[in-house]
C-alpha cells in the first residue's frame, strides 16, 4: 500500500505539471500517472518511449550508449571501437564496472578506450580510410582479440560513412570478425533503441553460424542473457544456477565472449535478467531455434526464492530437488540479513528512478528489508516495462517515465523520500538537497546486489547510506522554514 492514494498521486501530477506551457504540459501528463496494480495495459494510463520534451532537461542516453556502453561493451575478447569523436570516444571504456576475468591488453579489452578520434578533415573527406587503418593497428597491437565491433557515433550517419564494406573487407584480410553497428546517437529517442540495434547486429553476424544447425544441447544446458556482470553480479547469479545443477554454457554480455554468443543456440533455456535490452535477441532465438526464454530477477531473497523455483520447473526432478537445497542452504543467512538490518530500515520510503529493469526488479529487495517504494520511474522504458512494473508497486504509487530534473525534485518534496535509489546525473542533486541518494546504476562502487550473497552487500549499502550521521547536517525541502 502506498503512502499516497491514487487520488493524491493525481492531484500531485497535476500542480507539478502547472509550470509547463500548455503543449509541453499535455505531452508531459502522458508520461506520469498513479500506479493501480490491477491495469494490464499500460497504453491505457500513460506513453513511454516517445521523444522527449525540447527544452525539457531528460536524463536519457542515446543510441551509442545503448549499444556500445551495454550490449557489446562487456564482450571482453573483442575490440570495440568508438568510431568518431573522441567526445563520446572518452565515456566508450567500461565505466560501468563490468567485471571480467582475463589479461587486459592481452586477452580482454573491456576497460581499454578505442576511439577513432576524427578530427575536421575526417569530417570533410570521410573516415573510411582511416577506420580501414585502425582495424589493420588493432590487429598488429592486440592480436589476440577475436573480433572488432566499428560502434558509430553521430557523425558517421550525418557525412554518410560506409562502414558496412570497411567491414567486410577488413573481416576478408584478417580472418576475423569485424562488425559494423550503425548506432549513431541520434538515432530513436534513447539509448533503447541503441539495445535493438546490437541484438540486430548479434543476430546477424553472430548467430547466423548456427542458422542452419542445431547443436545437441545437454539437458541442463542454459544462457543467462543480459546481465553485465556489473559488480560481479553474473558471477553471484551463476554460482546459485550450478548449484541447481545447471549447465550455464553462454552469459551475455559481462564476462562474455563471442564464442559463447555463438554458442548459445545450443542451451535448452534463456535466462533473461535485463529484458528491456535483451528481448529482441531472446526473442529472435524462441522463433528461429525454439530456444524458450524467461525473465527472472535475483535482488532479493523472496524474489530469489520464486525465480530459482520457476527456473527449476523448466526442468526435471533433480532440477527441482536441489533447486529446494539450495533455498533451504541460503535461508539461515537471508534471516540473518534481514534480522540484522530491517530494524534499521523499517518503514521507510524509496524513490526509484532508473534505466532498464531496475525500478521494478528492486522493489522486492527492498520490501524484504522493510521499506516501501512509493514512486518508480525509467529512463528509456516501453510500454510492456510498465506492464511489468503496475504489479510490483502499490496502488497509488506514483509513475514517471523520462521524467525531467524539475519533475523528480518536486516529486521528492511531495513524497518525502527517506532513500533515492538513481543514476549518477542525479546524485549530487539530491544529496545536496539532503536526501541519501544511491547510485543504483552501477552500484556505487559496490556489488554485487545479484544473488543471496548480493542481497547481503545491499541492505548493507541501503543502511550505510540512510543511516550515515552526515545527513543530520543538511536538511530535506519539507523540513526547511
Not at 186 to 194: D, H
Amino acid at each position: 500500500m502506498s503512502s499516497m492514494n491514487r487520488q493524491e498521486s493525481e492531484a500531485l501530477i497535476e500542480e507539478v505539471l502547472e509550470v509547463y506551457p500548455e503543449q509541453a504540459r499535455s505531452d508531459r501528463a502522458k508520461h506520469l500517472t498513479a500506479n493501480d496494480p490491477n491495469l494490464d495495459d499500460a497504453s491505457k494510463c500513460m506513453t513511454s518511449n516517445r521523444k522527449s520534451v525540447p527544452g525539457v532537461m531528460t536524463q536519457r542516453g542515446c543510441a551509442y550508449a545503448g549499444s556500445r556502453g551495454v550490449v557489446w561493451g562487456p564482450v571482453k575478447d573483442m575490440v570495440h571501437l568508438s568510431h568518431g569523436p573522441v567526445g563520446c570516444g572518452q565515456y566508450s571504456r567500461g565505466g560501468r564496472r563490468h567485471y571480467y576475468s582475463g589479461v587486459t591488453g592481452a586477452d580482454s579489452f573491456t576497460t581499454i578506450n578505442f576511439t577513432s578520434d576524427f578530427q575536421e578533415k575526417d569530417i570533410v573527406f570521410g573516415g573510411d580510410h582511416k577506420l580501414k587503418k585502425i582495424i589493420d593497428e588493432i590487429e598488429m597491437l592486440f592480436p589476440l582479440n577475436k573480433g572488432t565491433t566499428v560502434q558509430s557515433e553521430c557523425p558517421i550517419g550525418l557525412i554518410g560513412d560506409d562502414i558496412g564494406s570497411v567491414a567486410r573487407e577488413a573481416g576478408k584480410r584478417i580472418d576475423k570478425a569485424v562488425l559494423p553497428v550503425s548506432c549513431e546517437g541520434f538515432r530513436g529517442v534513447s539509448q533503447s533503441l541503441g539495445h535493438h540495434i546490437a541484438n540486430d547486429v548479434i543476430r546477424d553476424h553472430v548467430l547466423t553460424k548456427r542458422y542452419d544447425e542445431r547443436p545437441e544441447p545437454g539437458p541442463y544446458d542454459v544462457a543467462i542473457i543480459g546481465d553485465y556482470n556489473i559488480g560481479g553480479d553474473l558471477w553471484s547469479s551463476r554460482i546459485l544456477l550450478e548449484e541447481m545443477g545447471l549447465n550455464v554454457l553462454a552469459q551475455w554480455s559481462g564476462d562474455g565472449t563471442l564464442a559463447e554468443m555463438e554458442e548459445t543456440p545450443r542451451v535448452q533455456l534463456n535466462l533473461l535478467h535485463c529484458y528491456r535490452s535483451m528481448n529482441y535477441i531472446s526473442e529472435f532465438m524462441e522463433e528461429k531455434f525454439g530456444i524458450p526464454y524467461m525473465e527472472y530477477n535475483f535482488f532479493g531473497p523472496t524474489k530469489i526464492d520464486q525465480s530459482i523455483r520457476d527456473i527449476a520447473a523448466r526442468f526435471d526432478e533433480t532440477i527441482q530437488a536441489n533447486a529446494e537445497k539450495v533455498i533451504a542452504k541460503y535461508r539461515p543467512y537471508m534471516d540473518q540479513v534481514v534480522e540484522k538490518f530491517r530494524p534499521r530500515l523499517e518503514g521507510k520510503k524509496v524513490m526509484l528512478y532508473v534505466g532498464g529493469l531496475r525500478p521494478r526488479h528492486v522493489i522486492g529487495a527492498y520490501e524484504d528489508l522493510g521499506m516501501e517504494v512509493v514512486g518508480a520511474g525509467y529512463e528509456f522504458a516501453h510500454n510492456d516495462d510498465y506492464d511489468r512494473t503496475f504489479k510490483e508497486l502499490g496502488d497509488g504509487a506514483l509513475i514517471y517515465d523520462d521524467a525531467s530534473a524539475y519533475e523528480l525534485e518536486e516529486f521528492a518534496k511531495r513524497l518525502k523520500p527517506d532513500l533515492i535509489g538513481g543514476g549518477v546525473k542525479e546524485k549530487y542533486v539530491f544529496q545536496k538537497m539532503g536526501i541519501p541518494l544511491r547510485q543504483m546504476h552501477s552500484w556505487d562502487y559496490s556489488g554485487p546486489y545479484h544473488g543471496y550473497d548480493g542481497f547481503a552487500i545491499f541492505a548493507r549499502d541501503m543502511d550505510m547510506a540512510l543511516n550515515n550521521p552526515c545527513w543530520g547536517a543538511l536538511t530535506p525541502p519539507w523540513k526547511r522554514t
